[in-house]
């Protein structure tokens, strides 16, 4: 049951579920209970819900605990005043609150569904904010797709955009990619990225690829004065060609459950750096494959990490340890965990439903 019109594909009943309402905050309400009707009439072996919905025997919250998100948005703003404002218009958010208490009513229900976990860090934020039982709660770690490109096609990709985007012989090439650019700090990366120049570092270029570019963050830039050091890229379906192009991934993030993007890239071979608030940190041994701040706000740490790796041998070591660590953030891994959770709810799974 989804809002949107995904491709069919064999096997699986896509059922697109739409209704009246002129804001966001309506349009989600109507979906949601759209849809506990259909599952209350109907006969479902598992219901399995991404969003919080009444009904589900599995929660796998993908996008983290609404309550996280709350307290996180809140915690990117600067300034106290600005947290308590941030604080405030939330409040008066009428489908994040509608969310919010779903969210609670699904958490405090002693017969409510197993709640999948992403990653450690979502383990953490339900226990935070629900104190739930350990036998409501099941890690079943992120996954994403290897990448099969055998290296003849990453080496003919790492030449090809380094020369359309004109990063110059011998730079290090950082990555940012990202849709929210203020929650996953790309201005924090564009912040140390002019500390870096100030210092006389001139042989690194970066390329950020996303929606999150607007007219705002060209003249961040031009205040910064990072000139061709630093380029937008926008919407791409070739990321996978940005990673084999790059060298080092920053993700300075203020909220991440589980970054696909860290992922992907770690499996290509790519240092990233992130924060202990992306729940994808576990898999970095800080130092060894990549680094972990504390602080998304620490603009000269960031700086100061992603300068260690400007070194090509360090930068070597750091890669393989990050491809070795990636590995484990296999898709099929995190499909038989699923399937093997579906079994154990049920004995064997014939219809699924999927919110």
């Known amino acids: 049951f989804t809002r949107s019109r995904p491709s069919p594909a064999p096997g699986l009943s896509v059922h697109s579920i739409n209704g009246p309402g002129m804001s966001r905050s309506q349009r989600s309400f109507v979906f949601i209970r759209r849809v506990e009707r259909r599952i209350a009439a109907e006969r479902f072996d598992v219901v399995h819900a991404i969003t ?3 009904g589900a025997n599995v929660y796998q919250p993908r996008g983290g605990m ?3 998100t709350i307290e996180r948005n809140i915690a990117m703003r600067d300034s106290r005043p600005a947290r308590s404002l941030k604080r405030i218009t939330l409040r008066m958010n009428l489908r994040q609150n509608f969310l919010l208490g779903l969210e609670r009513k699904i958490m405090a229900d002693p017969d409510g569904p197993i ?3 992403i990653s450690d860090y979502v383990v953490r934020q339900i226990k935070q904010h629900y104190q739930l039982p350990d036998a409501r709660v099941r890690k079943i770690f992120n996954g994403v797709e290897p990448d099969p490109s055998p290296p003849q096609d990453r080496a003919r990709d790492r030449e090809a955009v380094r020369r359309e985007f004109g990063v110059p012989d011998g730079a290090m090439l950082v990555l940012s990619v990202a849709h929210n650019f203020r929650l996953k700090g790309v201005h924090r990366w564009m912040q140390a990225l002019a500390q870096l120049r100030r210092r006389g570092i001139r042989d690194i270029r970066s390329l950020v690829i996303g929606r999150g570019e607007s007219p705002t963050w060209h003249r961040l830039a031009r205040r910064l004065k990072l000139g061709d050091a630093l380029m937008f890229i926008g919407h791409t379906d070739r ?7 790059g060298d080092v991934l920053v993700h300075p993030t203020y909220y991440d459950p589980c970054s696909r993007v860290v992922l992907e890239a770690m499996i290509r071979g790519l240092p990233c750096v992130t924060t202990q608030w992306d729940g994808a940190a576990e898999l970095i041994e800080d130092g060894k494959s990549g680094f972990v701040l504390d602080n998304p706000a620490d603009v000269s740490a960031l700086a100061r990490r992603v300068d260690q790796l400007r070194d090509a041998e360090r930068r070597a070591a750091f890669s393989a340890a990050a491809s070795e660590s990636a590995a484990r953030a296999d898709i099929e891994r995190h499909s038989a965990e699923m399937l093997a ?4 709810l049920t004995g064997k799974t014939n219809r699924l439903a999927v919110t």
């Open 239 to 245: 990321v996978t060609k940005f990673y084999h192009a």
């Open 66 to 68: 609404v309550a996280e």
């Open 341 to 344: 959770l579906y079994d154990e």
């Open 115 to 117: 709640i999948v976990a």
């Open 52 to 54: 919080p919905c009444r």
